[in-house]
């Protein structure tokens, strides 16, 4: 009587193991096995962390094992199960993997393939064909797209983080609730002493400092020391939060009429300002989607305010980048003066505060939840639904999209729904953030998203000129690695043009990104069908280091940036200045967030920067979906070449007073999860 070997691993999570009954099939090419209860007597199975082991022995030779079906039956009450794999040894002495890594819930079954990646056209048996068909239509039904707003990147349909596919969710949800990080966050930054003081103003600069003294760290000490210099000011556009702003200026727009004659005294060359344009010495900074975004007016106690800067930007014979001259809005005139590095300091102090506040708009919603956040939810959602387990592509994508809708749908529960959290300390809190997001929608386009292709697109890609530029570099190291590790796994399974062109699954998942994802808006021009090898490379690299690397750079710098409030104030109280000559520190510190919002706001980035519990980085793939040779070693290439990366960074940060590391991968998470 032949005997097959059936090993099964459960889960180290939280809340893993499970109680209930758990049935076993074997679907051979020639026949199936009888559906056996896995139980061994006075023996606790499925226990967090067990490998089990089960003898089943069949009447006949099944052939071919093509499928391996569980199912899980109540035992007293509903007890969620995950199963990490099972491996089958078969009578003839092989090993077959069946990964799964997925949780069994209710009283429904799941139904494995072996662990060898497949395209749709190479499959050949109608079981696992039906199989494949059937796995996508309960998807589709699981994963739905909704609008979240007009305007927006599509969304899942889910209210609530425990409306999500159990496959989805975080491990445990206390561990994203915002409003129980914000207050623990607050709590250990010792920074709730102020809170009962919400809505008073601080009294001078050295009053911020009194909320400093437990959470400075290297960079965010650094910056409250010199925030108020031109310096400080000019490399934050390089290597701040929100490296993505500048670019090269290569005509002076009408709307922002600079003369040589303001800026004159600035320029340390001898040149003119038109002759620094064409030496490639000036830079731009324009926040034009600001214009008209409503203000915050959900506090009727406290008026808020947003501006729409223009600032110009030099860089010196040591390369260095200096703003000489900021527009506080959008239309010059009389009542909008260009301010310059020559006003009184308060003038200029209160300008270049302005444009680091609207810079911290345009950085939370456009840089970090419109393109990190709400296009990797995308990029999730469409895989789930055309892609099944089996297909090569799912496998590669699947640790970059680990807990991003779980997290986005948090969000949009708690922190930026109506009345949540976005709200309290926010200027653009109260839907300004809602018409961000729908502006910048409108010059949002695939190609921004190829790392290289956005850099250039700045004029931003000359090292010579630039030497600085650490996002810049570091990225395009990384860019590179990913597009080596996704071309070696592109060529395991696609020898030509024409198997990807066959592939409808790939194919459908494209389709289903632009069409209904990004609703179709022509401005995306996100492609509807790949047809060459290099398109796709190129397709899963923009996935892959938008979840990661792009995601790392603008988040986990934020508590070192945001933290000393005057340089990145989530609002502000006062309007903008309409003539020089009117400041004074008072009127300064008076148009600074009051106390209460910015204890909300140290919450909020300190929340932000911080790492999950268990954080896989970069080229960690602890679930081994996976078990080809080629790709296995591809991994190995992929994580030595990452290992370099690392070490070349970490020898250029020894001894500098402000190291930049968001890029270093060993510090980049592989997806979206905070």
Not at 187 to 202: P, R
Not at 353 to 360: A, K, L, N, Y
Not at 582 to 610: F, K, M
């Amino acid at each position: 009587m032949p005997n097959y070997t059936v090993t099964v691993a459960t889960g180290t999570q939280w809340f893993a193991g499970t109680d209930d009954y758990i049935y076993l099939t074997l679907v051979g090419s020639e026949h199936c096995s009888e559906r056996t209860l896995l139980d061994k007597a006075l023996y606790n199975d499925f226990e967090r962390g067990a490998v089990d082991s089960y003898d089943i022995s069949v009447g006949e030779d099944l052939g071919e094992i093509e499928l391996v079906k569980i199912e899980k039956k109540k035992y007293w009450v509903q007890d969620d199960w995950y199963c990490k794999y099972i491996t089958v040894k078969t009578p003839y002495g092989d090993y077959i993997e069946f990964p799964c890594f997925r949780w069994l819930v209710d009283d429904k079954e799941v139904i494995l393939r072996d662990g060898r990646a497949r395209l749709p056209q190479h499959d050949k048996t109608w079981a696992v064909k039906q199989h494949r068909r059937k796995e996508l239509e309960q998807r589709q039904k699981t994963y739905r797209w909704k609008e979240w707003h007009p305007g927006f990147p599509m969304s899942i349909d889910a209210k609530a983080h425990s409306e999500l596919p159990r496959d989805i969710q975080f491990d445990s949800e206390k561990g994203v609730d915002f409003v129980l990080n914000y207050s623990k966050a607050i709590e250990n930054l010792y920074v709730n002493q102020f809170m009962h003081m919400f809505q008073s103003s601080w009294t001078d600069f050295a009053d911020f400092e009194r909320i400093f003294v437990r959470i400075k760290n290297t960079i965010s000490e650094y910056v409250m020391q010199h925030w108020k210099e031109d310096f400080m000011f000019g490399y934050q556009f390089l290597n701040g939060c929100n490296p993505v702003i500048i670019s090269k200026c290569t005509k002076i727009p009408d709307k922002f009429p600079v003369t040589d004659e303001l800026v004159g005294d600035s320029l340390e060359r001898g040149l003119t300002l038109e002759e620094e344009i064409k030496e490639g010495n000036i830079f731009i900074a324009d926040y034009e989607v600001m214009d008209g975004v409503t203000a915050n007016t959900t506090d009727p106690c406290t008026l808020q305010y947003l501006a729409a800067p223009i600032c110009l930007l030099y860089r010196n014979s040591q390369n260095k980048i200096f703003p000489i001259a900021i527009q506080l809005s959008q239309t010059p005139g009389e009542d909008n003066p260009i301010f310059l590095p020559t006003d009184d300091q308060h003038d200029w102090l209160l300008a270049k505060i302005w444009v680091r506040s609207s810079d911290f708009h345009v950085h939370q919603t456009v840089t970090h939840l419109l393109r990190t956040h709400l296009i990797s939810e995308v990029f999730g959602i469409a895989m789930y639904r055309q892609l099944p387990a089996v297909h090569p592509v799912f496998k590669l994508l699947l640790p970059h999209v680990r807990f991003t809708i779980a997290i986005n749908t948090k969000a949009r529960e708690q922190l930026i729904c109506e009345c949540g959290l976005f709200d309290k300390a926010n200027g653009t809190g109260g839907g300004g953030h809602v018409e961000l997001v729908q502006r910048a929608m409108k010059t949002f386009t695939y190609k921004s998203l190829c790392f290289p292709e956005s850099i250039k697109a700045r004029g931003m890609d000359s090292q010579e000129e630039l030497p600085y530029y650490f996002y810049r570099d570091d990225g395009l190291r990384v860019w590179e690695a990913v597009k080596n590790f996704v071309t070696d796994v592109v060529n395991v399974y696609y020898d030509s043009d024409e198997t990807l062109k066959k592939d409808e699954e790939i194919q459908a998942f494209v389709k289903d990104v632009c069409s209904f994802g990004m609703q179709d808006f022509d401005y995306c021009e996100f492609p509807k069908t790949l047809q060459t090898k290099e398109q796709l490379v190129e397709y899963l690299t923009i996935v892959i280091f938008t979840a990661s690397a792009h995601h790392a750079a603008v988040n986990f710098g934020q508590y070192d940036w945001c933290s000393w409030i005057p340089n990145s104030p989530p609002t502000m109280r006062k309007p903008p200045p309409t003539k020089k000559g009117e400041v004074d520190i008072t009127y300064i510190v008076e148009s600074l967030p009051d106390r209460g919002r910015s204890c909300w706001h140290l919450g909020a980035v300190w929340a932000l920067s911080q790492f999950q519990e268990n954080e896989l980085f970069l080229g960690m793939y602890n679930d081994e979906h996976f078990i080809e040779k080629p790709v296995k070693e591809a991994m190995v290439e992929f994580r030595k070449n990452l290992g370099e990366i690392s070490k070349v960074i970490k020898n250029r940060n020894e001894g500098k007073k402000l190291p930049y590391y968001y890029l270093s991968p060993d510090r980049i998470p592989n997806s979206v999860a905070v």
